[in-house]
C-alpha cells in the first residue's frame, strides 16, 4: 500500500475495517511523518508512545470485531484541549508544564469512539492570534509556499494554525480545533482545508481552555467534508457538565455529505462585498455561488446590515471574557510562578513573564472595556450590537434563506511577520468574514475553492441555521465535488 | 427615610439627640450537600482542602453547573420572607484577584437577584414588634480561606470553602438601635432555621453579617454610612453598632465628618477601624458570567416549594395565641425555635396549654439555657413532662413537689408517675389529715389565731405552717379552706 498519511480519514477508516491496514502501521506512518516535519513546528508535545498503545488496543478491538467509529484513526488535538496525564499548555509560558488529571469531554468523546491521539498541535497563545506567531513555542509554518517565493515563510493561520498545518501536511488525519472568531475556519482556508464551526452548544467546552466563553466552540479540521462531518459527529454531544452546551439529537452528518442541495435557497450578503475586497476574492465568491448554482440551489442577494460594526464589537466582547477568564492563572495553584516580595508582586511578575505581549494586550483591553465608567458605553453596547447581528441572520434564514454563502478570510495566507508588527489591527481584519458568525451562534463552514495566482489556498465560507450543520456539509460537499481539487504541498520541509 | 425612631431609641450626644440608621448585608451558608457549582462536599471543617473539586480550584476548562438544591433553599428562603421571587436572574462575575479566590472571580447576582423585596416581622420586646425591609436575597459562592500564620514566609490556602453557597440578605435601612438590629438578625436566623436553608451558626460562620451604621439628627436626611465587615454574633453586632454610632457622633459633633469606608469591628479593643475607604475600593468590573445561563423558572415550580414550607414563626405565633390562648409573648418565646415550639406543642397536647407553656418556658427553657443545651437534648422529653403538667393538673402533686420531680426526671430519668408513687410524693387530698395538721397548728399558735382574726393576711402564715407539718404533700386548697373556716376569717 502507498503512503497511509495520504488516505482520508474515511479511507482510512475503511482500509482499517476491511484489515487492508493496522492501525499500528496507520499510526506508526503519522508518527514517522511527524518526526520527519518538525521544521513546520506543529505540534507542542508529541505522544507516539501513547498513540501506539492506542493503535493496538484498535488492531485488537477490531479483531474482536469490536471496532468504534473512529477506531484507529490518528487525530492531533489542539493544545487548547486538556488531557489526562499529558502536558496541555495553550501555548502560553503561564501554564509550564501543566499537566491535567483530567480529559476534555470533546477529546474523552474521540477517544471513547476509538481515536488514536498523536499529540498536541501549536496555536497561538490561549488561541489569541490569526497566523500562530503568538505562540510561546514558536510559530508554526504552512506547508504551503507562495509560488515563485520558496523563503517565504508562509503562516497556517490561527488560533489553530497547528492542526491546519498538521492536517495539510499529512501528519494527522485530521485535527480537532477551536473557534472563538474564525481560528478553525481562517486557518483551514489558509492551508486548503476543510473547517467547521459547529453551532455554539453542539460541542461541549468543558475542559477545553477558556477564551471567550460565549463565542468559544470546538470543531474538526480535516482534508475533507466528509471526514470533517466523521469527525463532528463522535465530536459532538451534550454534556451535563457543560450548561450551554445543547441536549439535541446529534444525526449523521456523514449521511448529508452528497446529499442533493436542489431548491436550498442561499443568501449572499451584498455587506459583505467590503471595501477593497481583491478581485480575486470576488471572483472566488462568485465562482463558488455558480457552483452551487449548477448543483440546483437558488442564490439570492441578502442584507445582514451590521454586518461593520461585528469586528469592532467582536473586540470588546471576546477580550472583556478573555480578561475574566484568564484571572485564574495567577500563580498560586498551578503553571507558572514567579517569586514576589508579596503576593500582588508574585501576580504582577508571575503574569508579566507568563503571558506574551497579544495576551496583555487582551487582558487590557477587556479589563478596560468592564471597568466602572466604561462597562455601558462599550460593553453593554457591544452586547445590543451583538444581539442587532444574531438579528440581522434570523431575518435572512426567516425569509426562507437556507445557509448563506461568503468569503472565508479577505486574502490568501500571508508570510511571518508581514501583518500586525505595527498595527495589531491589521492582524485582527483577517477576522472580518468569520466573527459574525461566533457573534450569532451560528455554525460555519470554510470549504476550499482553489488556489489563488500565489499558489496559495482560496477558501469559501457557509454559514448556517442553529444547529442545521447537516445543511452545510451537503453545501460544502457540492462545493468540494466542483471546485479544483486541493492537491496539497510536496514535502518539501521534511528532514532526511 | 420614612421612619423615624422613637424618642426613647435616640442617643444622646453633647448637641443634643441623635438617630442611628441600620440596615444589614447577611451571608448565610445554604444548606446543601454540595457547593453552589460544583460536586464537592459543603460540609463544615474537614482536612484544608479535603473537599475541593477541579472546578472549585479553578482549574483550566472548568465550568460551574448550578446546584439546583441551592436554586430551591433561596427561593424558599425568599417565600420565608414574604419577598417577590423572580423567575429570571443572572449570574455575574465579580473581578478581583486574592489567593483565596481561585477563579480571580467570584459568581454571585449584581443586577437581577434570584429574590428582590420582601420583608420580616421584627419581635424588639415583648412589647415592640417593627417591620424591616428585604432590600433582596441573591446567591453567590464563598471564597477560600488564606492562612498567614502557618509559616514566617508563605501564606497556606484552604479551600474547603470555596465555592460553597451563600445567600447574601440584604435589609433596608430600617432599624434605629442596636436592639433592633440584634432581634432582626435573631428573627431573621429563626426564619432561616424553620426553613432549613441555612443553620444560622454564628460560629461556624454559617451566618455572618455586615452591618451599613450611619447617624443623624432626628428629622435630617441620611448620613454617610460607614460598612463593618464580619461581624460574627449577634452580641458583637449591638457592640459593634454602639461603638460605631458613638465614634460617628464623636466626629460630627467636633464638626468632622464622615467618611463612607469600610471598617472592621475588634471586640476585644470594643472598637471598630478603618479598613479601606471609597477610594480604595475594588472596581469589581462585574459582567454576566457566559458560562451560566440565565437561572430560570416558572411559577408552579415556585408554588411547589410553597406548599412544602414548614409553618413559619410568626404564622405558628398567631395561631399558638388562638388555638392555646397564650399570651402574645409566651407565644413569642415558643417559637424561637421550631423544635422548642414542637416540644411544647408535644407537652402541651390533650393538657392545659397555659400550664404546659409556663413549664416549657420558665422550668424548662431556664434550665436548659443554665447548661447551654438545647431542646433536641433535652433530658426531660416533652413525654416526660406532659406527665408532670398531668400531675399537677390532677392535684396528685403540688407545684412546689413538681419542681422536684422536674429535677429527679433531669437528673436520674425515670417516669414522673412511678417516681412519684414510689418516693411518696403525693399531696394528702385526704381532709381527715390535713385537719388533724390545722387543729395541731391552731392549738399550738393560741396568740397567732388571735392576731389572724383581726388581720385575715396571717392566714399565710397558717398555711406555710400546715405545710411544714405535712412536708409539703397537704394540698394547699384544701388547707386554705380548711383554716378559713377554722379560723372564722
Not at chain 2, 20 to 39: D, R
Not at chain 2, 317 to 326: C, K, M, N, P, T
Not at chain 2, 369 to 377: F, H, I, T, W, Y
Request: hydrophobic share 40%.
Amino acid at each position: 500500500m502507498s503512503d497511509p498519511t495520504h488516505l482520508s480519514l474515511a479511507e482510512a477508516r475503511d482500509a482499517l475495517k476491511s484489515k487492508k491496514l493496522s492501525a499500528v502501521e496507520l499510526t506508526q506512518a503519522h508518527i514517522g511523518a511527524i518526526e520527519k516535519s518538525r521544521a513546520l513546528n506543529c505540534f507542542i508535545t508529541e505522544t507516539p508512545e501513547l498513540a501506539l498503545a492506542q493503535a493496538r488496543e484498535s488492531d485488537a478491538r477490531i479483531a474482536r470485531g469490536e471496532a468504534r467509529p473512529l477506531e484507529g484513526l490518528p487525530l492531533g488535538i489542539k493544545d487548547l484541549y486538556c488531557t489526562k496525564g499529558v502536558r496541555t499548555t495553550a501555548a502560553s509560558r503561564i501554564l509550564d508544564d501543566f499537566t491535567p488529571t483530567y480529559e476534555s469531554t470533546v477529546s474523552a468523546n474521540l477517544l471513547g469512539d476509538g481515536a488514536v491521539t498523536l499529540g498536541k498541535l501549536n496555536l497561538d497563545e490561549f488561541a489569541m492570534g490569526s497566523s500562530n506567531e503568538t505562540s510561546a513555542f514558536g510559530p508554526v509554518v504552512s506547508p504551503w509556499r507562495r509560488a515563485g517565493d520558496p523563503d517565504a515563510k508562509i503562516v497556517p493561520g490561527g488560533s489553530s494554525g497547528g492542526s491546519s498545518a498538521a492536517v495539510a501536511a499529512h501528519l494527522c488525519l485530521g485535527a480537532t480545533a477551536t473557534d472563538t472568531g474564525g481560528s478553525i475556519r481562517q486557518p483551514a482556508a489558509f492551508t486548503g482545508a476543510v473547517g467547521v464551526k459547529p453551532t455554539y452548544g453542539r460541542c461541549s467546552r468543558w475542559g477545553i481552555v477558556a477564551f471567550a466563553s460565549s463565542l468559544d466552540q470546538a470543531g474538526p479540521i480535516t482534508r475533507t467534508v466528509r471526514d470533517a462531518a466523521i469527525m463532528l459527529k463522535s465530536m459532538a454531544g451534550h454534556d451535563p457538565k457543560d450548561t450551554t452546551s445543547v441536549d439535541a439529537l446529534v444525526p449523521d452528518y456523514e449521511a448529508a455529505v452528497g446529499a442533493s442541495v436542489k431548491g436550498r435557497r442561499i443568501g449572499v450578503p451584498k455587506e459583505y462585498r467590503i471595501d477593497g475586497m481583491s478581485a480575486e476574492i470576488a471572483a472566488l465568491w462568485d465562482r463558488g455561488a455558480a457552483w452551487l448554482k449548477d448543483a440546483g440551489a437558488e442564490i439570492v442577494e441578502i442584507s445582514l446590515p451590521h454586518t461593520r460594526y461585528a469586528l469592532p464589537t467582536y473586540y470588546i466582547i471576546a477580550p472583556a471574557e478573555a480578561s475574566s477568564n484568564l484571572a485564574r492563572y495567577d500563580g498560586v495553584r498551578y503553571g507558572r510562578r514567579e517569586q514576589g516580595r508579596d503576593v500582588i508582586d508574585m501576580y504582577e511578575k508571575t503574569r508579566a513573564a507568563g503571558f506574551g505581549p497579544e495576551v496583555r494586550r487582551r487582558i487590557m483591553i477587556g479589563t478596560y472595556v468592564l471597568s466602572a465608567g466604561y462597562y455601558d458605553a462599550y460593553y453593554v453596547r457591544a452586547q445590543k450590537v451583538r444581539s442587532l447581528i444574531k438579528r440581522d441572520f434570523d431575518e435572512a434564514f426567516a425569509s426562507g434563506v437556507d445557509a448563506v454563502l461568503t468569503p472565508a478570510t479577505p486574502s490568501t495566507a500571508f508570510a511571518q511577520g508581514e501583518k500586525g508588527a505595527a498595527d495589531p489591527v491589521e492582524m485582527y481584519l483577517n477576522d472580518v468574514f468569520t466573527v459574525t458568525v461566533n457573534m450569532a451562534g451560528l455554525p460555519g463552514v470554510a470549504v476550499p475553492g482553489g488556489l489563488a495566482a500565489n499558489g496559495l489556498p482560496l477558501s469559501l465560507q457557509l454559514i448556517g441555521k442553529p444547529f442545521d450543520e447537516e445543511t452545510l456539509f451537503s453545501l460544502a460537499a457540492a462545493i468540494e465535488a466542483a471546485a479544483p481539487k486541493i492537491e496539497f504541498p510536496q514535502p518539501w520541509w521534511r528532514e532526511g | 427615610m420614612a421612619t423615624q425612631a422613637a424618642p426613647t431609641k435616640f442617643i444622646k450626644g453633647a448637641t443634643g439627640d441623635w438617630e442611628v440608621v441600620i440596615g444589614m448585608e447577611i451571608h448565610a451558608q445554604v444548606t446543601s450537600n454540595a457547593k453552589l457549582f460544583s460536586g464537592a462536599s459543603a460540609e463544615f471543617g474537614g482536612a484544608p482542602n479535603d473537599h475541593v473539586s477541579l472546578v472549585d480550584a479553578a482549574m483550566p476548562g472548568m465550568l460551574p453547573v448550578i446546584n439546583e438544591e441551592c436554586v430551591k433553599q433561596a427561593i424558599r428562603t425568599g417565600l420565608g420572607l414574604e419577598a417577590k421571587i423572580n423567575l429570571r436572574s443572572v449570574f455575574d462575575r465579580k473581578n478581583y484577584f486574592y489567593p483565596d479566590l481561585p477563579q480571580g472571580y467570584q459568581i454571585s447576582q449584581y443586577k437581577y437577584p434570584i429574590v428582590g423585596e420582601g420583608e420580616v416581622i421584627v419581635d424588639v420586646s415583648p412589647t415592640e414588634r417593627i417591620m424591616v425591609g428585604i432590600e433582596r436575597l441573591h446567591l453567590e459562592q464563598d471564597a477560600g480561606k488564606s492562612l498567614h500564620d502557618l509559616s514566617a514566609t508563605e501564606s497556606h490556602v484552604d479551600l474547603n470553602r470555596s465555592g460553597v453557597a451563600l445567600m447574601e440578605i440584604v435589609s433596608k435601612p430600617d432599624m434605629r438601635s442596636a436592639e433592633e438590629a440584634r432581634a432582626y438578625v435573631s428573627k431573621l436566623r429563626t426564619i432561616l432555621r424553620y426553613i432549613g436553608s441555612c443553620d444560622g451558626n454564628m460560629e461556624q460562620g454559617s451566618l455572618r453579617a455586615d452591618v451599613n451604621v450611619s447617624v443623624r439628627k432626628p428629622g435630617d436626611p441620611l448620613g454617610t454610612r460607614c460598612e463593618i465587615k464580619n461581624v460574627n454574633s449577634i452580641r458583637f453586632i449591638g457592640q459593634a453598632i454602639e461603638v460605631e454610632a458613638r465614634r460617628q457622633i464623636g466626629i460630627l459633633e467636633d464638626g468632622g465628618s464622615i467618611e463612607q469606608e469600610t471598617r472592621l469591628f475588634d471586640p476585644s479593643k470594643g472598637e471598630t477601624r478603618s479598613m479601606r475607604s471609597k477610594e480604595e475600593a475594588h472596581d469589581y468590573r462585574y459582567f454576566p458570567d457566559p458560562d451560566l445561563l440565565p437561572l430560570e423558572f416558572d411559577q408552579p415550580y415556585v408554588d411547589a416549594l410553597k406548599a412544602q414550607l414548614p409553618e413559619l414563626p410568626d404564622a405558628k405565633r398567631a395561631r399558638f395565641i388562638e388555638q392555646y390562648g397564650l399570651p402574645p409573648y409566651d407565644a413569642g418565646v415558643l417559637v424561637m425555635e421550631r423544635a422548642a415550639a414542637d416540644y411544647f406543642e408535644e407537652t402541651a397536647k390533650g393538657r392545659d396549654a397555659k400550664l404546659a407553656a409556663n413549664w416549657v418556658i420558665n422550668e424548662l427553657f431556664g434550665r436548659l439555657n443554665k447548661e447551654g443545651l438545647d431542646v433536641a437534648s433535652s433530658p426531660v422529653s416533652s413525654k416526660a413532662l406532659g406527665a408532670i403538667v398531668d400531675l399537677i393538673s390532677q392535684s396528685v402533686i403540688s407545684g412546689k413537689i413538681a419542681k422536684d420531680l422536674f429535677e429527679i426526671v433531669w437528673t436520674e430519668g425515670g417516669d414522673p408517675k412511678e417516681i412519684v408513687e414510689a418516693r411518696g410524693m403525693k399531696q394528702v387530698t385526704d381532709t381527715g389529715a390535713i385537719e388533724a395538721a390545722v387543729d395541731a397548728v391552731i392549738a399550738a399558735n393560741p396568740d397567732k389565731v388571735d392576731q389572724a382574726k383581726a388581720k385575715p393576711t396571717m392566714l399565710g402564715w397558717f398555711v406555710g405552717q400546715v405545710m411544714k407539718q405535712t412536708g409539703g404533700k397537704a394540698n394547699p386548697q384544701a388547707v386554705n379552706e380548711l383554716l378559713k373556716h377554722k379560723l372564722g376569717v
